[in-house]
């Protein structure tokens, strides 16, 4: 692949009117109302080149305007053929990895076809609704042979595969967006054509999620399904080594464009010495920050560093592992992080509460925090968040720039900080830095907590817990997949499980016991965390679920003879648990192994080979623990809570 000369694009102008080929005017006249006066530095590379006749995998820190690097060479090359593409006929496909990020790029390229009169008499307008006449709301009529550009996007969840091919049929979109799955299944019918003659441009948005595992299949055989002559741009903030499969699969000598910001690294500390001068693959107004704190001080950090931050951050996201933990602590953080209001979005949620959720949070006008998982981590372009806070790192380093990306976006001032707990977390700053990720201490404004704030924070959400047995169930259940998840770091040297503190992360998390699960078999510490607890007199906040407690609890035959119908199910779930819990002990033992293996094998290497080291365990890990999660994920969805 032929790197784009630096200094070359450095030198030509950032005007919009001023790149080659030529954009429409419409175009400019869009751009110019959406207040972009000048081209970005990844705009200004791609556009020209995906709009000639190239292929182009392009890395660009996030929120650097990668989604109209993209978009508006789309439209143009459509609007450029010699004929208007035939009905039924596809001739653009852009796929995204979240339903989130699709929906987004579908409402980026409808606000700019408003400024393309044959496209946008297309688009449904807001009139459509109101009680204007028909003569009001017409659209103007173009002749047939106008070319138009006309897009359909195609979500899991949403409507059903059969609504999206009617859509489809009655509406004949030329580009499609949406998620593998689903643009699978309407590129599968064959009443939907891409044929050489017609299809002209593929983009992968978030090239590199989308070739993880679980979309790897859908994808290939989306390209199966389209033509091998044809444009194609992998665009992502972390373009990994899974991209460089694919490009040897779908594209042609393609141009790697990489934009990339300069910084200088933390002086080392010698007199007068100042820091190199380091790439950085996170932008320039985005300040990355960690903090190392005891599990228990946590929730204390967050609180003051909302209070401390000028001004107040009006939109805040805070990542947690899995989305148990999600559904737990949205129902403690109200009472603790008074004063915000906190919005859930999970993977889990039914698509309707998502997608509620989400435009909550967009909407909302007072200070909010998006409680949230990695299904939030990409590619989401919402300009007021000013803050990210990495409760937990993701399990996958390269999504750790993804989720700090939330803030900081398109030039603005942005502040991400990571928790990381004393020891050998701490080994995840250098970890980072080498992969030109740098995070520094954050020291303003100065988070101190003491051990009695800890202390009363912890008991406070005890009492919270307290109040509700549903949510004590949910506090077990929470935890247990947070450990699950911890346990499937990427990164496995430095999260390690065996390093864990039990008693003060049961504490942090507000349990008023551990749950029994096989990482905690050979911990002799104690299970009840000094709690004394009236566990008969521990009532559930629903009425229907106390009745029957209390019912069972007078009764104990009477919750036996329940018990009859539920029998087969409950032996499946017994079946499941013991089978979950001797395959969390053999991973135990398996992981003892390998750490005594590993430790031989690195005694002699030096830090160049132990850091290559790291990175293929992480990688033959990460796929090892892929496959097992999915193989149990299937299981678990066969049972109902
Ligand atoms: N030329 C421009 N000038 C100023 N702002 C711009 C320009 N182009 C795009 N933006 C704005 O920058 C923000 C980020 O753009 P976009 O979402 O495309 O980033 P991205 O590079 O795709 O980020 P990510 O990697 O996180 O997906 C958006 O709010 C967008 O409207």
Not at 78 to 98: D, F, Y
Not at 291 to 311: F, G, M, N, W
Not at 428 to 454: D, K, M, N, W
Not at 564 to 579: G, I, N, S
Request: aromatic fraction near 6%.
């Amino acid at each position: 692949m032929a790197p784009l000369s630096k200094t070359e694009t450095a030198r030509q102008s950032r005007q919009w009117e001023a790149l080659t080929p030529a954009l429409s005017e419409w175009i400019l006249d869009a751009i110019s109302s959406m207040g972009f006066t000048k081209t970005t530095p990844v705009q200004q590379a791609a556009i020209p080149l995906f709009m000639g006749n190239k292929d182009v995998v392009v890395e660009a820190v996030t929120g650097s305007g990668k989604t109209l690097g993209f978009l508006i060479p789309v439209i143009e090359r459509l609007l450029r053929l010699e004929a208007p593409i035939k009905k039924h006929h596809v001739g653009a496909v852009i796929i995204s990895p979240t339903r989130e990020l699709a929906t987004q790029i579908q409402t980026v390229l409808t606000s700019l076809l408003k400024f393309h009169a044959p496209s946008a008499s297309l688009l449904k307008t807001e009139d459509e609704d109101t009680e204007m006449s028909e003569a009001d709301t017409a659209p103007p009529s173009f002749p047939p042979l106008t070319l138009k550009v006309v897009s359909q996007l195609l979500l899991g969840g949403t409507v059903t595969p059969a609504q999206d091919l009617r859509a489809f049929l009655k509406n004949s979109p030329n580009i499609l967006i949406g998620t593998p799955g689903r643009l699978l299944e309407l590129l599968s019918s064959p009443h939907v054509h891409c044929p050489q003659s017609s299809f002209d441009v593929l983009v992968l948005d978030e090239a590199d999620r989308l070739l993880d595992l679980g979309f790897k299949e859908d994808l290939q055989k989306i390209l199966s399904r389209l033509p091998k002559q044809r444009r194609t741009g992998l665009f992502s903030a972390s373009v990994s080594e899974a991209v460089d499969q694919l490009i040897r699969v779908g594209l042609r000598n393609p141009v790697r464009i990489a934009v990339k910001v300069k910084a200088r690294a933390a002086p080392s500390g010698k007199a007068g010495e100042e820091g190199k001068i380091e790439d950085k693959r996170t932008p320039a107004s985005l300040q990355m920050s960690y903090l190392v704190l005891p599990p228990t001080y946590r929730i204390p950090a967050i609180q003051k560093l909302l209070a401390s931050i000028e001004p107040q951050p009006q939109k805040t996201i805070l990542y947690l592992a899995t989305c148990y933990s999600v559904d737990y602590f949205q129902h403690v953080l109200p009472d603790v992080l008074k004063g915000y209001t906190i919005v859930p979005l999970h993977g889990k949620q039914p698509d309707k509460g998502r997608r509620k959720n989400f435009t909550k949070f967009v909407d909302s006008l007072a200070p909010s925090i998006l409680l949230t998982t990695d299904v939030a981590a990409r590619g989401l372009d919402i300009p007021s968040v000013d803050l990210v806070i990495q409760l937990d790192p993701p399990s996958d380093p390269k999504t750790f720039i993804h989720r700090c990306g939330r803030a900081g976006r398109a030039g603005r001032k942005g502040l991400a900080v990571t928790l990381l707990s004393p020891g050998r977390e701490e080994d995840y700053v250098e970890f980072l830095r080498v992969r030109q990720t740098p995070i520094e201490l954050l020291t303003s404004p100065p988070i101190v907590i003491s051990a009695e704030e800890a202390e009363e924070t912890s008991a406070d959400i005890r009492n919270i817990v307290l109040k509700d047995r549903g949510l004590f169930e949910k506090a077990q259940r929470g935890f247990v997949s947070w450990v699950r998840a911890y346990s499937k770091h990427t990164a496995s040297s430095i999260f390690r499980v065996a390093d864990l503190q039990w008693d003060h992360l049961g504490h942090a998390w507000g349990l008023l016991k551990l749950p029994s699960m096989p990482e905690l078999k050979k911990w002799d510490g104690d299970r009840s965390l000094g709690q004394q607890i009236d566990w008969d007199n521990y009532r559930y906040l629903d009425k229907q679920r106390e009745k029957q407690r209390v019912v069972e609890l007078a009764n104990p035959e009477s919750k036996a003879k329940e018990a009859k119908p539920l029998k087969r199910k409950k032996t499946e779930e017994d079946a499941w648990t013991q089978k979950k819990e001797q395959r969390a002990l053999k991973e135990v033992r398996r992981e003892k192994k390998k750490a005594k293996r590993d430790h031989e094998r690195r005694a002699n290497m030096t830090e160049e080979e132990r850091r290559k080291d790291d990175e293929l365990q992480g990688m033959i890990e990460k796929v090892r623990k892929d496959v097992a999660e999915k193989e149990e994920e299937d299981e678990f969805e066969g049972f109902s809570d």
